[in-house]
């Protein structure tokens, strides 16, 4: 889209052939996507904006936020003006930079996605080349006005600012998201030991469960690979909001659709963060208990892990 506007502006025709072009590229896509799936639109983004409702002016200022969350991240920001400054008034072929970055940032305030980090992936590395050529920018002024030890001293700093926090942000985020991997690792592992493929496994997270069994039946608790939980979850959050409009941003739905999942499709196993599925509250449960028992536990603050097992698997487990 970014490329298209600039086309458009630069050059209509030459913009027209490529939509053209990228229509005609696209339409077996189209045809199969509407026919066999009813949408070419994936269903993992409906079932994460069903899961993840996020209020919009939230998405935003968290957004804008994080561009100034550190000192390095400010002065960043700050070259990224000056390098789209310097596109616009010199070389606006390099317009798509700019404007991919805002489009992005538009589109996730547009669908109310939620605050994962890792959805801002996709416009990182165009908001560092328009900040790096902000910096070239800077560094490229007539020597009268910025002294050879002036630059040196401006280069260090930024580099400092840049990289200080990074260390931190590395260790701390990297033994947080390792330690909880190594626990799905540990659960798919006491799977293998002791299922047998084709089980179905009830998980909160995909991720690596989803990677070291493959040859499980999974169902996921957001529906992103299990349309029918989607339709339930779907169902539950209707319910909800018919008995509380102001509950529209509830990630948590209530422990009805988690027992309506599990007693439709009876997974042998269940792999999640207790706090995931409602299964807290369905483990206090007599029913629950006579059906389940809990085969080990994790504890990494502030969450617990659970695995879950059938105490007697049913012969025929309904797969829909």
Known sequence: MAILLVRLVLDRKAALVEV??????????????????????????????????????????????WFISEPGLVLLSGLWFVGAGWIIARRRELLALVLWPILFLAGLVAAQVGPFFWYRAPLIPAYLFVAGLG???????????????LRVALVALLLGLLL???????????????????????MADRIRQLGRPGDKVFVGDVGVLGYRLQDYYLLDSSGINSPEVYRIRLEDRERLLQKDASSRFDWWG???????????????????????????????????????????????????????????????????
């Not at 409906?46 to 993840?52: D, S």
Request: no cysteine; charged share 20%.
């Open 20 to 65: 053209l072009v990228s229509v005609l590229f696209l339409l077996p896509w189209l045809t199969f996507g509407w026919s066999y799936f009813g949408s070419p639109i994936p269903h993992s983004i409906e079932a994460k904006r069903l899961i993840h409702p996020f209020p919009w002016q939230l998405v935003l200022s968290k957004e804008l936020k």
């Open 254 to 320: 209530t422990p009805e659709w988690s027992r309506q999942v599990i007693e439709t499709y009876q997974p042998r196993w269940i792999a999640s963060d207790l706090s995931y599925l409602h299964l807290k509250e369905l483990l206090a449960e007599p029913g629950f208990q006579k059906e389940y028992r809990l085969e080990r536990t994790w504890s990494l603050p502030p969450a617990q892990y659970g695995l879950l097992v059938r105490r007697q698997a049913p012969e025929s487990a309904p797969i829909k």
């Open 164 to 186: 200080a926090p990074v260390p931190t942000a590395l260790s701390e985020g990297l033994a947080t998201l390792v330690a909880k991997e190594r626990v799905y690792q540990e």
């Open 135 to 149: 910096l070239e920018g800077l560094a490229g002024l007539p020597p009268g006005r910025w002294s050879g030890r």
